[in-house]
């Protein structure tokens, strides 16, 4: 995997390579990006994604950033960076790519570990904002999983946690013996808070293969990440309940008992890798 080109983001519009200039992105095309005070830039076309949802919205990043300040979250955040690290190769410029970043986290754990150049794309402008107002040494942009604004064969590592996972764009954008890292719901996610807010939960399906309609071939290596987390202030039980699609989901009096009742709740997570071909 060494030897190859350093990354760079490509226009959304015509593909093109985009030059990076104190301010701006833009291509030999005319095409202009302008980049953020945060440093990130939005790449999505027409500055939004047309047809699919913006993503987590102010709120939801406030209190992710809450429950993994809290430490809440670090045995899969570890659990990732691990898996990762061995995964790069021993020569040459390492990349990452973490599609669906949020506010960056898991990315920063990683490249920490791995000595990577960390890329973090996200449709979610306050998650890519948050991402790089505290993150400054990785690059992020919003953009779309299913359009991934870079070129082919660019990154060691893809990763996809708890996000979109478009098999075919994921690995387009590998390199030769690349791997992608996808992170799911194991059956006991977070069942304290689902017995809570519905009559009748249903758990996730206990299987690290992805669905066969994805496209994704038989994974390489499966872990499961099972921990308990310990939510002794209630200001982090709702914290925990409005990061998870499940807040949507809850009225005030769900959202009252789990801010009352969730005093200790599973996380059980799959992390799942896959390997391009060489």
């Not at 080109?5 to 302008?34: I, K, M, Q, W």
């Not at 990762?84 to 949020?102: I, S």
Request: aromatic share 8%; charged share 25%; proline share 6%.
């Amino acid at each position: 995997m060494s030897g190859l080109a350093t990354v760079g983001y490509r226009c959304p519009v015509c593909r093109g390579a985009l030059a990076e200039a104190p301010s701006e992105f833009a291509c030999a095309n005319g095409h202009h990006f302008d980049r953020a005070r945060e440093g990130y830039v939005n790449l999505l076309p027409g500055g939004r994604l047309k047809g699919r949802s913006s993503g987590d919205d102010e709120a939801m990043v406030r209190s992710r950033r809450a429950v993994f300040d809290a430490g809440l979250y670090d045995p899969i955040i570890d659990a990732v960076a691990e898996t990762a690290a061995p995964l790069f190769d021993d020569a040459g410029p390492r990349a990452v790519v973490d599609c669906g970043c949020g506010e960056g986290s898991y990315l920063a754990r990683l490249c920490d570990l791995a000595g990577a150049d960390g890329w973090g794309i996200d449709v979610s402008k306050p998650a890519v904002r948050a991402a790089a107002r505290r993150h400054r040494f990785q690059h992020h942009a919003v953009a779309s999983s299913y359009s991934l604004p870079f070129d082919d064969r660019s990154f060691d590592v893809a990763v996809s946690v708890f996000s979109p996972r478009p098999h075919a764009e994921m690995f387009r954008v590998l390199r030769p013996d690349g791997a992608a890292i996808v992170v799911r719901p194991g059956p006991d996610h977070l069942a304290e808070l689902k017995a809570i807010i519905y009559t009748d939960p249903r758990r996730h399906r206990d299987s690290a293969e992805l669905d066969d309609d994805e496209g994704w071939p038989n994974p390489v290596s499966t872990r499961a990440v099972q921990f308990e987390l310990d939510l002794a202030e209630p200001e982090l039980r709702t914290a925990l309940l409005e990061m998870t699609p499940f807040w949507w989901s809850a009225g005030e009096v769900q959202r009252t008992l789990v801010a009352e009742q969730a005093v200790r709740v599973t996380a059980d997570m799959r992390i799942a890798v896959f390997r391009a071909e060489a």
